[in-house]
């Protein structure tokens, strides 16, 4: 049985239409502020704002579908041989839609709420929607289950140890420039098997001896990273 974690970043979910949050016109922080949006500072002074903008980030993603990398990687979770568990960068539910069930989110997920007192304590959201007024069970007004700026990534953690065991590591539709995320490829074992599948030139010699570059988009890179995996 070979042990297969796949890391991937916004550059999968934005084939599917998802805007990533920095990158080119359409970056999400374009037109908004950091401070403004995805602190725990905001959600003090401008707690209506902080929800209408995860309000309205459901919304699109509720109007996208799964790609072909999403469906690759969750039929990939059925072959026989291969334990694959997957850490993902994104809050969308592209993953899960696609069908895949061991899916770790680093930075939260936007189809649930959190307490505001207890980062762990979430609650499913029913819809696009969250009710400013709406409180958790243990009495703190609910907030969006995202890892905001400045904020420790309680599942770090278990993304490093899951790593850390991997014979192959498949890196997704991230840059490796986000941290503490991007430093779990820094923890794998020296023997693993590293594909990383991105269309731009990136250097990765910092990475080691054992990685593969596929330059192509996730939904093309994604299938033919998994085939070469089958193989191995």
């Known amino acids: 049985m070979k042990n297969v974690v796949i890391f991937s970043g916004s550059g999968v979910s934005a084939e599917s239409g998802i805007p990533t949050f920095r990158s080119g016109v359409d970056g999400l922080w374009n037109n908004h502020r950091i401070e403004d949006i995805c602190t725990h500072e905001a959600m003090e002074w401008n707690r209506k704002g902080v929800i209408e903008f995860y309000n309205d980030l459901r919304r699109q993603m509720f109007s996208k579908k799964p790609n072909a990398a999403h469906l690759a990687i969750a039929a990939f979770e059925n072959t026989p041989g291969f334990n694959v568990r997957i850490v993902t960068q994104n809050v969308d539910d592209l993953h899960e839609r696609a069908g895949s069930r061991n899916v770790v989110h680093l930075h939260g997920e936007l189809r649930k709420l959190r307490s505001s007192i207890d980062e762990l304590a979430t609650v499913d ?72 599948v991105d269309p731009s030139d990136l250097n990765l010699s910092y990475i080691g001896g054992n990685v593969t570059h596929i330059k192509k988009p996730a939904s093309v890179g994604v299938p033919e990273a998994i085939e070469l995996i089958k193989a191995l």
């Open 125 to 196: 959201l029913d819809g696009w929607e969250q009710d400013p007024d709406a409180r958790h069970p243990d009495g703190s007004l609910l907030r969006p289950y995202i890892v905001f700026f400045g904020e420790g990534v309680p599942y770090y953690g278990l993304a490093a140890e899951l790593v850390s065991e991997a014979d192959v590591l498949l890196v997704v539709g991230t840059s490796l420039q986000v941290y503490p995320a991007a430093g779990l490829v820094q923890v794998a074992k020296p023997d693993a098997k590293i594909f990383v």
